[in-house]
């Protein structure tokens, strides 16, 4: 139970964060950034801030709704439990592995620093830690 | 921008007790039925594991919205209400106690976001 509980809470976390990102952007205003204004801005804007088309934001908030909702599933027990544990495990390390591609490209592409996409990746690396360090099933 | 930031942790703490409580609700709608107080029972409009599905729904669909930031004091006025309702039926114990701080919780949100 545990785990599940910290991969929602992670989820949600999640959700609120790349909500904000979208009604920001839908609004045409600028997110507030705690750390650095300008390079925020300079990331969310840059031409890597879709992939397939897709805003990074939208992609992460069907991400994070979809773990959010799959764990959801698996804690109260709708089957199959195994294949939603294990779709829930994908998810998240191919979820780690895009988060790692965009903190590269933050660091040495863009060579600029997005506090929410560190946050975004902080989120995915520790439900990665979670799955690795627990059977969740 | 600290005031603001304040209470945006607050919204999506809250948030996410709410949408946890629905989910473990629906995992065990009996186990919760438990809670509500023997001389109520014959005043539920539902059977009592219905009335804790509803209850389920309520909190999960109260959580949804504090978590995307619509409807905010709409829903943080109905989760005050449903905790005063909780705290009414279920009475204040070991468990229930920390629904204080819930209520407490969801009518700072609806100050803040009231316009």
Known sequence: ?137 | MMREASFHILRVGIAITFLWIGILILKDPQGWSGYIQPWLLDFLPLTPDHMMISTAILDITVGTLLLIDKLTWQASLVGAAHLVTVLIVSGINSVTARDIGLLAGCLSLFIFSVK
């Open chain 1, 1 to 137: 139970m545990t785990p599940h509980a910290l991969l929602f809470t992670l989820a949600a976390i999640g959700i609120s964060e790349t909500t904000y990102l979208i009604q920001k952007r839908h609004l045409g205003e600028k997110p507030v950034c705690p750390i650095n204004i300008s390079d925020c801005h300079k990331v969310l804007e840059s031409k890597y801030n879709k992939t397939f088309w897709i805003h990074n934001d939208v992609l992460g908030l069907i991400f994070y709704i979809t773990v959010a909702i799959l764990t959801s599933l698996i804690v109260i027990g709708i089957h199959p439990v195994n294949l939603l544990d294990i779709i829930v495990k994908l998810l998240i390390y191919i979820g780690v592995l895009m988060s790692i591609f965009f903190t590269f490209l933050q660091w040495r592409v863009i060579q600029a620093w997005c506090t929410w996409c560190l946050i975004s990746a902080l989120t995915i690396l520790l439900m990665t830690v979670i799955v690795l360090t627990s059977s969740l099933v």
